[in-house]
Protein backbone atom coordinates (compact mmCIF):
# COMPACT_ATOMS: atom_id res chain seq x y z
CA UNK A 1 0.00 0.00 0.00
CA UNK A 2 1.54 3.44 -0.87
CA UNK A 3 -0.08 6.23 1.05
CA UNK A 4 1.23 9.80 -0.46
CA UNK A 5 0.76 12.52 2.40
CA UNK A 6 -0.01 16.46 0.10
CA UNK A 7 -0.44 19.62 1.30
CA UNK A 8 -2.06 21.53 -1.32
CA UNK A 9 0.02 24.79 -2.43
CA UNK A 10 3.32 23.30 -1.11
CA UNK A 11 6.23 21.51 -1.88
CA UNK A 12 4.49 18.27 -2.60
CA UNK A 13 2.15 19.66 -5.50
CA UNK A 14 5.46 18.62 -7.57
CA UNK A 15 4.88 15.25 -6.36
CA UNK A 16 1.37 15.21 -7.07
CA UNK A 17 1.65 16.23 -10.42
CA UNK A 18 3.84 13.80 -11.13
CA UNK A 19 1.29 11.08 -9.93
CA UNK A 20 -0.84 13.25 -12.32
CA UNK A 21 1.61 12.78 -14.97
CA UNK A 22 2.09 8.95 -14.51
CA UNK A 23 -1.66 8.10 -14.19
CA UNK A 24 -1.10 6.44 -10.84
CA UNK A 25 -3.40 8.11 -8.85
CA UNK A 26 -5.59 5.42 -8.50
CA UNK A 27 -3.31 3.37 -7.04
CA UNK A 28 -1.76 5.94 -4.11
CA UNK A 29 -3.94 7.11 -1.80
CA UNK A 30 -3.19 10.68 -1.11
CA UNK A 31 -4.22 11.83 2.11
CA UNK A 32 -4.38 15.66 2.58
CA UNK A 33 -2.69 17.32 5.87
CA UNK A 34 -1.87 20.70 6.93
CA UNK A 35 2.19 22.21 7.22
CA UNK A 36 3.02 25.07 8.70
CA UNK A 37 2.83 28.10 6.95
CA UNK A 38 5.24 31.31 5.99
CA UNK A 39 2.09 33.34 6.58
CA UNK A 40 1.54 32.13 10.32
CA UNK A 41 -1.13 29.59 9.35
CA UNK A 42 -1.32 25.96 9.56
CA UNK A 43 0.22 23.61 11.85
CA UNK A 44 1.68 20.43 12.18
CA UNK A 45 -0.39 17.85 11.86
CA UNK A 46 -0.38 14.53 14.02
CA UNK A 47 -1.67 12.50 11.32
CA UNK A 48 1.41 13.57 8.84
CA UNK A 49 4.19 10.93 9.40
CA UNK A 50 6.79 13.04 8.38
CA UNK A 51 9.50 13.31 11.20
CA UNK A 52 9.67 17.31 10.89
CA UNK A 53 5.80 17.89 9.87
CA UNK A 54 6.60 18.92 6.61
CA UNK A 55 5.56 17.93 2.97
CA UNK A 56 5.50 15.31 0.95
CA UNK A 57 6.07 12.35 2.64
CA UNK A 58 5.34 9.18 0.83
CA UNK A 59 4.56 5.78 2.95
CA UNK A 60 5.17 2.69 0.56
CA UNK A 61 3.99 -0.70 2.69
CA UNK A 62 5.21 1.10 5.87
CA UNK A 63 8.22 2.69 5.40
CA UNK A 64 8.29 6.26 4.94
CA UNK A 65 10.24 8.59 2.49
CA UNK A 66 10.26 12.16 2.50
CA UNK A 67 12.08 14.53 -0.07
CA UNK A 68 10.72 15.57 -3.41
CA UNK A 69 13.79 14.06 -5.48
CA UNK A 70 13.89 10.63 -3.47
CA UNK A 71 10.03 10.06 -3.87
CA UNK A 72 10.33 11.38 -7.78
CA UNK A 73 13.10 8.86 -8.21
CA UNK A 74 11.91 6.40 -6.22
CA UNK A 75 8.09 6.47 -7.89
CA UNK A 76 9.47 6.16 -11.66
CA UNK A 77 11.05 2.57 -9.90
CA UNK A 78 7.46 1.47 -8.75
CA UNK A 79 5.74 2.21 -11.88
CA UNK A 80 8.44 1.83 -14.60
CA UNK A 81 5.69 0.94 -16.92
CA UNK A 82 3.78 4.49 -16.32
CA UNK A 83 3.97 7.69 -18.43
CA UNK A 84 6.81 9.66 -18.09
CA UNK A 85 8.60 7.00 -15.87
CA UNK A 86 12.38 7.27 -15.94
CA UNK A 87 13.29 3.69 -14.42
CA UNK A 88 16.13 1.90 -13.75
CA UNK A 89 17.56 0.52 -16.85
CA UNK A 90 15.98 3.27 -19.13
CA UNK A 91 18.84 5.48 -21.29
CA UNK A 92 17.87 8.65 -19.50
CA UNK A 93 18.19 7.17 -15.86
CA UNK A 94 21.33 8.75 -15.00
CA UNK A 95 20.36 12.05 -16.95
CA UNK A 96 17.27 12.04 -14.44
CA UNK A 97 18.73 11.82 -11.26
CA UNK A 98 21.37 14.16 -12.12
CA UNK A 99 18.58 16.60 -12.57
CA UNK A 100 16.83 15.25 -9.28
CA UNK A 101 20.17 16.07 -7.50
CA UNK A 102 21.22 19.48 -9.35
CA UNK A 103 17.85 20.72 -8.29
CA UNK A 104 18.07 19.92 -4.19
CA UNK A 105 22.03 20.21 -4.14
CA UNK A 106 22.06 23.37 -6.56
CA UNK A 107 18.79 24.76 -7.75
CA UNK A 108 16.77 25.71 -4.55
CA UNK A 109 19.38 26.63 -2.41
CA UNK A 110 20.67 29.02 -5.08
CA UNK A 111 17.29 30.93 -5.18
CA UNK A 112 16.99 30.34 -1.86
CA UNK A 113 20.48 32.78 -1.51
CA UNK A 114 19.04 35.09 -4.28
CA UNK A 115 15.58 35.86 -2.29
CA UNK A 116 17.56 35.85 1.06
CA UNK A 117 19.97 38.40 -0.72
CA UNK A 118 23.22 36.39 0.15
CA UNK A 119 23.71 34.56 -3.36
CA UNK A 120 26.30 37.76 -4.33
CA UNK A 121 28.45 36.72 -1.52
CA UNK A 122 31.68 34.21 -2.62
CA UNK A 123 31.18 31.82 -0.31
CA UNK A 124 27.39 31.38 -1.52
CA UNK A 125 28.66 31.07 -4.88
CA UNK A 126 31.51 28.69 -5.12
CA UNK A 127 29.14 26.32 -3.29
CA UNK A 128 25.86 26.79 -5.03
CA UNK A 129 27.47 28.41 -8.59
CA UNK A 130 25.50 31.34 -9.43
CA UNK A 131 22.34 32.36 -11.56
CA UNK A 132 23.90 33.05 -15.20
CA UNK A 133 25.21 29.41 -15.04
CA UNK A 134 22.27 27.65 -13.70
CA UNK A 135 20.67 29.47 -16.60
CA UNK A 136 23.62 28.10 -19.08
CA UNK A 137 22.95 24.81 -17.65
CA UNK A 138 19.34 25.10 -18.38
CA UNK A 139 19.79 26.10 -21.84
CA UNK A 140 22.28 23.78 -23.01
CA UNK A 141 20.10 21.17 -22.03
CA UNK A 142 17.18 22.33 -23.57
CA UNK A 143 19.06 23.25 -27.14
CA UNK A 144 17.32 21.28 -30.18
CA UNK A 145 14.07 19.92 -27.63
CA UNK A 146 11.48 20.61 -25.35
CA UNK A 147 12.33 19.03 -21.87
CA UNK A 148 15.23 18.45 -20.27
CA UNK A 149 15.87 14.64 -21.18
CA UNK A 150 16.20 13.32 -24.96
CA UNK A 151 13.39 10.81 -24.68
CA UNK A 152 11.24 13.66 -23.42
CA UNK A 153 9.15 15.09 -20.31
CA UNK A 154 9.75 13.90 -16.60
CA UNK A 155 9.45 14.24 -13.32
CA UNK A 156 12.91 16.46 -13.77
CA UNK A 157 11.26 18.89 -15.77
CA UNK A 158 7.98 19.65 -12.82
CA UNK A 159 11.22 19.40 -10.06
CA UNK A 160 13.11 22.25 -11.91
CA UNK A 161 10.24 24.42 -13.15
CA UNK A 162 8.52 24.21 -9.30
CA UNK A 163 10.04 27.41 -7.83
CA UNK A 164 9.14 29.28 -10.93
CA UNK A 165 5.64 28.76 -10.53
CA UNK A 166 5.74 30.42 -6.50
CA UNK A 167 7.84 33.62 -8.88
CA UNK A 168 7.87 33.92 -12.46
CA UNK A 169 10.34 36.57 -11.63
CA UNK A 170 12.53 33.90 -10.40
CA UNK A 171 12.77 32.08 -13.95
CA UNK A 172 15.91 33.27 -16.32
CA UNK A 173 15.66 36.23 -18.27
CA UNK A 174 15.54 33.44 -21.45
CA UNK A 175 13.70 33.07 -24.79
CA UNK A 176 14.57 29.19 -24.30
CA UNK A 177 14.01 28.76 -20.62
CA UNK A 178 10.88 30.62 -20.87
CA UNK A 179 9.00 28.78 -23.29
CA UNK A 180 10.28 25.55 -22.04
CA UNK A 181 8.84 26.86 -18.41
CA UNK A 182 5.73 27.54 -20.02
CA UNK A 183 5.56 23.77 -21.52
CA UNK A 184 5.50 22.31 -18.31
CA UNK A 185 3.55 24.90 -16.79
CA UNK A 186 0.68 24.09 -19.39
CA UNK A 187 0.42 20.60 -19.24
CA UNK A 188 -2.70 19.21 -18.47
CA UNK A 189 -1.83 17.27 -15.06
CA UNK A 190 -0.02 19.81 -14.08
CA UNK A 191 -3.16 22.52 -14.49
CA UNK A 192 -5.67 19.50 -13.24
CA UNK A 193 -3.48 20.10 -9.77
CA UNK A 194 -3.23 23.29 -9.46
CA UNK A 195 -6.76 23.58 -9.89
CA UNK A 196 -7.44 21.26 -7.07
CA UNK A 197 -4.88 22.44 -4.92
CA UNK A 198 -6.40 26.03 -5.40
CA UNK A 199 -10.12 24.95 -4.85
Not at 35 to 48: E, F
Not at 169 to 191: C, G, M
Amino acid sequence: MITFFHSPNSRSSTVAMAIEEMGISAEIETKIVTVSRQDGSGGPDADNPHPEHKVPALAVDGVLVTERAAILALLSELYPDAPTAIPPGHPDRGPFLMWLAYYAGVAEPLIMGMVCEVADNPVWVTTYRDMPAMAARLEAALEGRDYLLETGFSAADLLMASPFQWNRDWLPKSPVIEAWFERVTARPAVQAVIARDNA
